[in-house]
């Protein structure tokens, strides 16, 4: 179990750290590997940076938390091992990953240390009890596509979704969006993705 939050004695942490507070909190970004992904990681953690900026230049803001930033890599397994590097070193809470195989194996990890996560994935699959998702789910998105759609009068649709976890979770949330509101679906495919070659 991780020191309380405020606990002077925190371990010292890897990682570029943000702030002074006494509570710990873990960033886990995609920094390397997939030059997509890294992009993306390095805009969250230039945001992430900037935030805490603002907080230590404000002096009406409380400056309660220092935030650690640490590469998962585009894998699994390196979510993994930078959720229990952030464990080890009394991180009180998790933010990140960024995506869903990322955010379960991060979330497995934080749990078994009773540390909550709040991840940044769009899949409603990869939340689970200490897991939670900061972002816009499918269902949430299907659905105000689709009322949209009905207002302008559209009443049958059509959809095409990929063979995947993520896919399979857009098609149902399409198929309950028609028949809450009451549309008519008249056709729904799959697909297989293409795969990247091997670099």
Same mark, same amino acid.
């Given at each position: 179990?991780p020191?309380?939050?405020?606990?002077?004695?925190?371990?010292?942490?890897?990682? &570029?750290s943000?702030?002074?507070?006494?509570v710990?909190?873990?960033?886990?970004?995609?920094?390397?590997?997939? $030059?997509?992904?890294?992009?993306?990681?390095?805009?969250?953690a230039?945001?992430?940076?900037?935030?805490?900026?603002?907080?230590?230049?404000?002096?009406?803001?409380?400056?309660?938390i220092?935030?650690?930033?640490?590469?998962?890599?585009p894998?699994?397994?390196?979510?993994?091992?930078?959720?229990?590097?952030?464990?080890?070193?009394?991180a009180s809470?998790? !933010?990140?990953?960024?995506?869903?195989?990322?955010?379960?194996?991060?979330?497995?990890?934080a749990r078994?240390?009773?540390?909550?996560?709040i991840?940044?994935s769009?899949?409603?699959?990869?939340?689970?009890?200490?897991?939670? !998702?900061?972002?816009?789910?499918?269902?949430?998105?299907?659905?105000?596509?689709?009322?949209?759609?009905?207002? &302008?009068?559209?009443?049958?649709?059509?959809?095409?979704? $990929?063979?995947?976890?993520?896919?399979?979770i857009q098609?149902?949330?399409?198929? &309950?969006?028609?028949?809450? !509101?009451?549309?008519?679906?008249?056709?729904?495919?799959?697909?297989? $993705?293409?795969?990247?070659?091997?670099p």
């Open positions: 179990m020191p309380a939050a405020g606990d002077a004695q925190l371990p010292a942490a890897s990682g &570029q943000f702030g002074s507070g006494p710990r909190v873990a960033l886990l970004l995609p920094l390397s590997g997939d $030059p997509a992904l890294a992009t993306v990681g390095t805009s969250m230039n945001g992430a940076r900037l935030a805490i900026g603002y907080i230590e230049s404000n002096a009406t803001l409380d400056d309660n220092t935030l650690v930033i640490k590469d998962t890599g894998t699994a397994a390196g979510a993994s091992q930078a959720a229990s590097q952030a464990v080890q070193e009394g809470l998790i !933010l990140g990953p960024l995506r869903a195989e990322q955010v379960t194996a991060a979330g497995a990890v078994a240390a009773g540390i909550p996560v991840g940044f769009n899949n409603s699959g990869a939340a689970s009890p200490g897991v939670y !998702l900061l972002n816009v789910l499918p269902e949430t998105e299907v659905r105000r596509s689709m009322g949209h759609a009905k207002g &302008q009068g559209r009443r049958a649709f059509a959809g095409v979704f $990929p063979t995947t976890d993520f896919g399979r098609e149902g949330a399409f198929r &309950q969006a028609a028949a809450d !509101l009451g549309l008519n679906v008249r056709r729904s495919t799959i697909f297989r $993705p293409k795969r990247k070659p091997a």
